[in-house]
């Protein structure tokens, strides 16, 4: 229970994060920005953040990142889905479905970053699972998730 706690607050951050910086990435009104921060600060310190990581990522970055935001067991459940699902490559194309990316997600867009794309994959497992330990135990026996 304490490890899919932890899981789940660290997608909440990760989610929050990605929420605001596509919120004042997106809009031009001030609807999602706090009055109390000027928009043009906001808008300069979401394109710091973004800068930070490459849009691009390597599979072994890419499970670097991922390994970050959460507990080693967790991990490497994690691990072993998007190993079998895409070898941990954002390009992974299904030509049975619509699924790509990392995650292999259905209709994910190919315009994601890297990291966008695991932390839209780790947002699905925590809804649909809870935790990636959980969605491995699924994938066994279904080979999907």
Avoid at 37 to 52: D, F, G, Q
Avoid at 90 to 114: E, F, R, V, W
């Amino acid at each position: 229970m304490k490890n899919a706690k932890r899981f789940l607050a660290v997608v909440v951050v990760t989610l929050i994060a990605t929420m605001t910086i596509a919120s004042i990435t997106a809009t031009r009104s001030n609807t999602y920005v706090s009055k109390k921060i000027p928009t043009v600060i906001v808008k300069e310190k979401a394109i710091h953040v973004r800068s930070k990581m490459p849009r691009i990522m390597s599979p072994s970055r890419a499970r670097s990142y991922a390994s970050t935001l959460m507990l080693k067991g967790q991990f490497n459940c994690l691990n072993k889905i998007w190993t079998r699902e895409s070898n941990w490559r954002h390009k992974a194309d299904n030509p049975n479905s619509s699924a790509y990316g990392i995650p292999q997600m259905l209709h994910l867009s190919k315009k994601l970053t890297t990291q966008q794309q695991i932390d839209r994959g780790l947002q699905y497992i925590s809804e649909r699972y809870g935790t990636p330990c959980k969605a491995w135990a699924f994938w066994q026996e279904h080979h999907w998730y």
